[in-house]
């Protein structure tokens, strides 16, 4: 019987220019909540969520990290073993949009090498103070052949669809290689043994 | 972060790092740190077998390359991990755990934090210890033959047809033995093993005698690897996943209401003894007349077959006739399936339930009980089928209890076994067992044998003739016995409105004629037991004569617990979302006070602290500092964590001082701008997040820690002169010889040298114990920033303190003033003189004048000495080490070098220079 309430485990890292949004995203997500405060992350810090795809139940660890330029050797170390990062940038902040592609060369020279990557543009709530328009953010993420989606915390514009998405696509490529036999689910019911002889 | 990531990289296919955590191995007083991995493998035929896989490693381990493997554990039958607690201490909440793994060759001791990942390691390790199953197959480890270095001699005796010792691995460090048999796994010079099929024919003779032997150690052997679970709070804490799924599971049965409601559905209970007869007549007079198509139909027969055959082979034709005819005795206006079918002997009950309920039936089981001849046989006894029909548990039970007017008591204790000895097994096999008391829903038929008693067989006629029932009924066994509370006890039967279903003439409606001319009796009864069941119908259906006995059936209204999809996964989700935020609150977390640190005009040797509280949350953790990558401490060598490490209790504070202290190892750089009080400090929570902690300032350059070179180029005071000028000035190369530098031309000797040598030789020509005595720390500060900013005049200050700045100058200087390359050269001539001085020529220009200058103070001392005691050898034993430091460093004290270094020192103060 099921042993574990989880088949699989992910983690997920979320990196990208300080500000843009990053708690936020994470915050929306396992808690479904929003918080105008800014409060800095100076660290690594991490929260949990489990979700149901493909009758799978995984566990999502997704490590949100500092975004300040002065963390970055030190925040680059805890690529490696990231199945999924997610690249937030912000809208109304073309700064954090250049530096998408320095984030991008990060994740090729830290993370393991099949991690599956996705680009966020955040805050498109905030449509007035728009200065990275979307058609530029799908096209570096076509160039580069990722994913991309505009979101807001703000507003829980796509934060769930991302994140579902991203494990989604983590698990299309995640080979069966610790495969459950023992992980049967059985709280659904249809279990009828000697299931065969229908009569009248 | 995971450390089994790390471990994963060095596994070979098929191999699989199920968790990892970081340990300390303790041997008598050694402590060592071990990186415990527990590493699955999965054979072909589809087990698995474990190896505990311990691995030095670099402090925290991320990729492959920082672990190496030390040795490995096979986790095989007589592999224990307890754990233990030290001897006579008291088990303090959130200290270390401490765990013994033994195995038949080998006995470890582990301690490992405090936490859920030890928590949940030590459960993973608990679940991949292989049972005492007989029937199971040792676990051989022969995947783990790839970790065998190619060792060119492996002694080992010879393969086969010898009881080679087990656990024996050659070519590891060190292998704890798993008692498994080994035979199989002698390496053929590859370190492959040997073909299976010497194997195959091996392996049972040797097997055999191992498995007693784990037999009669089972209850030893549970005891001691089971773990014992020292604290409650232990568990709270711990997050291993069986528990989280326990957990969902009870939350959903609590909250059962809010996602089920109940419906109605129509149960046919039937039960009838046929007496060894085949089906002879349709059965749907008894089925099917009369009723609404039931939704479910519970058929119980008794005596189906009543030859020896039946008996004691089991095996019936009667079983299919009489399904047979039951399938076709159903109500016509519904489609059925049977869910099953179970017999013991002649006691059959069939479970059908109408076609579109069928994929709400779950859970189904079956068991038998017999009570017959012996107490055992299934001539008597009863058989019961259990399942899960939408959200609610339903049992059915169909016995055929003891014969005989007399035996009622026997009948009372029938079922009485019936009810303790009936066990099904739970999906879950760790689980224990469901009895027939643990359902919703229990529905109890069949020939119970009950009779009438008291009343003469003629007086029992009369009654039924009158259609008195009431009045027999005040004689029924059962009735008597229920209300008595020895049997049935908390049971419900309705009311009898039929005649007797016993006994018969086969064939006709006529009461027994034989010999024996038995009394009426109500032998064939229907009870239940459970809530929301209403019995619609109790009757017996004289129809049929097939039998001695005749058939009774009962229809019920049963309320079930029906399950509203879209509710359920509501409440699932809440569930869930709970959970995950019990979790996400159990991931410690602290807050700082502070975690920007400002050290402003850092100056040499002055030590500056600043302090922050760390103020933890709801969960006990370990928090330490840890290195950043590529750093082999968490901080900058002038900087300390004080304390570094240590475990915090819920709602508890601790202060952490950081400590900045530049001293002569470090000086050098930072004077240089090489280094510069800038540092990150990752506080590290075990299990939990990272904090960084960012330290900057400056630091105010000093004369102490530059070299004499470039001091003798500096004419002003050193703070006076722009950072960038210092930096040239540090980095410039010792130069051997005046090469007409394009810089301002410089002093002979560093200036601040001559400040302190002056000092001293204006104050304290005639101190006594000059050099000796230490000074004060106050009065050293102010030196030094007399000589810093070049305010040389205001310098007052004890002798003793400016004789110590003057040593700690000398020892500062980042090359001695008889420079290293120098160093050997001089030690070898410390016997000869003029050697000695031709060695003092070669030194670079500024090095040999204030070597002749300190030597030439010294000798002015000296003449003194009748007043400052002072005399060659106290001042070559000083000044010995501190002009001439070994090149290879400064730790290792050679007596025989530090000798030498003072005999040379002495030639230059006793003769003419």
């Known amino acids: 019987m099921a042993k574990k309430t989880y088949d699989l485990l992910f983690k997920l890292l979320l990196i990208g220019d300080s500000g843009v949004g990053k708690t936020c995203v994470l915050f929306r997500f396992s808690d479904d909540a929003f918080n105008t405060t800014f409060i800095s992350t100076i660290g690594i810090d991490f929260k949990i969520k489990t979700v149901e795809l493909q009758g799978k139940k995984i566990k999502l660890q997704i490590w949100d990290t500092a975004g300040q330029e002065r963390f970055h050797t030190i925040t680059t170390s805890y690529y490696r073993g990231a199945m999924g990062i997610m690249l937030v940038y912000d809208i109304t902040n073309g700064k954090s949009f250049e530096n998408i592609s320095k984030w991008l060369r990060n994740i090729d020279e830290h993370a393991n090498e099949d991690v599956e990557r996705m680009l966020l543009g955040n805050k498109c709530d905030m449509d007035d103070k728009r200065v990275v328009p979307k058609g530029k953010g799908e096209q570096i993420a076509r160039e580069h052949g990722i994913r991309f989606f505009e979101t807001s915390a703000k507003a829980n514009i796509n934060i769930e669809k991302a994140f579902l998405t991203l494990a989604e696509d983590i698990l299309r490529k995640t080979p069966v290689k610790e495969p459950n036999s023992e992980n049967v689910d059985i709280s659904s019911g249809g279990g009828v043994t000697g299931w065969k002889s229908k009569c009248c | ?913």
């Open chain 2, 1 to 913: 972060m995971d450390q089994s990531v790390a471990i994963q990289e060095t596994l070979a296919e098929g191999e699989y790092c199920v968790i990892a955590v970081q340990g300390v191995l303790c041997e008598g007083d050694s402590r060592q740190s071990r990186l415990l991995g527990l590493v699955r493998y999965r054979l072909e035929h589809g087990s698995q077998e474990h190896a505990l896989f311990l691995y030095t490693h670099r402090r925290m381990a991320i990729t492959g390359d920082d672990v190496s493997l030390d040795q490995i554990v096979p986790v095989s039958r007589d592999f224990t991990l307890e754990e233990v607690s030290p001897d006579g201490e008291l088990y303090i909440l959130g200290s270390d755990v401490t765990i013994q793994l033994d195995t038949a060759e080998l006995s470890l001791v582990f301690q490992l934090p405090f936490g859920s990942q030890t928590r949940m390691f030590l459960h993973e390790v608990a679940r991949a210890c292989p049972g005492f199953d007989p029937t199971t197959r040792d676990p051989e480890f022969l995947w783990l033959s790839r970790y065998r270095c190619a060792e060119p001699e492996l002694e080992l005796p010879t393969p086969r047809g010898c009881n080679s010792a087990p656990g024996t691995w050659p070519g590891y460090a060190t292998i704890g033995g798993g008692g498994s048999n080994f035979d199989g796994l002698r390496p053929n010079g590859k370190g492959l093993p040997v073909d299976q099929s010497s194997r195959g024919q091996d392996k049972p003779e040797s097997l055999q005698p191992r498995q007693n032997k784990s037999k009669s150690e089972i209850t030893g052997m549970v005891r001691s690897s089971t773990i014992t679970v020292s604290d409650k709070a232990h568990i709270l804490s711990m997050q291993k996943f069986g528990l989280r799924d326990t957990i969902v599971k009870s939350h959903l049965v609590q909250k059962e209401e809010d996602y089920t409601y109940i419906q109605n559905f129509r149960f046919f209970v039937g039960t009838y003894n046929v007496n060894g007869q085949s089906p002879k007549e349709c059965l749907r007079p008894w089925l099917s007349d009369g009723v609404q198509a039931p939704d479910v139909y519970c058929v119980g027969f008794q005596e189906l077959d009543l030859s020896k055959e039946a008996f004691f082979f089991h095996d019936t034709p009667k079983e299919e006739e009489w399904f047979k005819a039951v399938s076709e005795g159903l109500h016509p206006d519904a489609k059925y399936a049977k869910v099953k079918l179970i017999r013991l002997v002649g006691i059959m009950l069939l479970l059908y339930v109408k076609q579109e309920h069928a994929a709400y039936v779950s859970e189904v089981e079956a068991e038998t009980v017999g009570t017959g001849i012996m107490g055992r046989m299934g001539n008597k006894g009863g058989v019961a089928i259990r399942f899960q029909f939408h959200n609610t548990s339903i049992c059915v039970v169909n016995s055929h209890l003891a014969a005989h007017i007399e035996e009622y008591e026997r009948r009372n204790q029938d079922y009485k076994d019936i009810c303790s000895r009936m066990q099904f097994c739970q999906l879950d096999p760790s689980r224990p067992p469901l009895t027939i008391s643990k359902h919703d829903v229990i529905l109890w038929l069949g020939d119970l044998n009950y009779r009438i008693e008291e009343l003469d067989v003629e007086k029992v006629k009369k009654l039924i003739e009158e259609k008195d029932f009431q009045t027999l009924y005040a004689y029924d066994q059962l009735k008597i016995q229920v209300a008595a509370k020895t049997v049935f006890e908390g049971f419900t039967e309705g009311e009898l409105t039929f005649q007797p279903t016993y006994k018969y003439d086969t064939g006709s409606d006529d009461w027994d004629t034989s010999e024996k001319c038995r009394a009426p009796a109500w032998c064939d009864r229907i009870l239940w037991k459970g809530k929301n069941i209403t019995q619609l119908s109790y009757q017996s259906h004289m129809a049929l004569k097939t039998s001695d006995h005749k058939p009774v059936s009962s229809v019920f209204n049963i309320g079930v617990r029906v399950v509203n999809d879209e509710l359920y996964r509501k409440t699932l989700e809440e569930i869930v979302r709970s959970l995950d935020k019990m979790e996400n609150a159990n991931i410690p977390s602290v807050s700082l006070s502070k975690r920007e640190f400002c050290f402003q005009n850092v100056k040499y040797m002055q030590l500056k602290v600043e302090s922050f509280t760390i103020h933890n949350g709801q969960v006990p953790c370990h928090f330490e500092f840890i290195n950043k990558p590529d750093e082999e401490s968490y901080c900058k060598q002038w900087l300390n964590a004080n304390p570094s490490r240590g475990f915090l209790l819920p709602d508890s504070d601790i202060e952490i001082e950081l400590e900045l202290f530049v001293n002569k190892t470090t000086a050098t750089k930072l004077n240089s701008g090489e280094d510069k009080i800038e540092d990150i400090l990752v506080l590290h929570l075990d299990r939990g997040k990272d904090y960084f902690l960012s330290v900057s300032g400056n630091y105010l350059p000093s004369c102490f820690g530059s070299p004499i070179h470039t001091l003798c180029y500096m004419r002003e005071p050193i703070l006076d002169l722009p950072l960038e000028t210092i930096s040239e000035l540090t980095l410039m190369p010792i130069r051997t010889g005046d090469d007409g530098s394009q810089l301002e031309s410089p002093m002979e000797i560093p200036k601040e040298l001559w400040m302190m040598v002056d000092y001293l030789y204006r104050n304290a020509i005639q101190q006594e114990d000059l050099f000796q005595q230490p000074g004060l720390r106050s009065e050293f500060e102010h030196v030094r920033d007399c000589l810093d900013t070049g305010m040389i005049d205001n310098l007052s200050a004890s002798n003793h303190s400016v004789a110590e700045a003057l040593l700690l100058f000398l020892e500062s200087l980042p090359e001695p003033v008889i420079c290293y390359s120098a160093y050997h050269n001089c030690l070898e001539c410390s016997g000869n003189y003029t050697a000695s001085k031709q060695v003092i020529s070669t030194l670079p220009t500024f090095y040999r004048n204030v070597f002749h200058y300190l030597m030439a103070f010294l000798q002015e001392l000296l003449k003194n000495s009748a007043k400052n005691h002072l005399d060659e050898n106290i001042l070559a034993s000083i000044f010995g080490s501190l002009l001439l430091r070994n090149p290879a460093g400064h730790q290792k004290l050679d007596m025989t070098e530090k000798k030498k270094a003072q005999e040379f020192i002495h030639q230059f103060l006793c003769n003419p220079l």
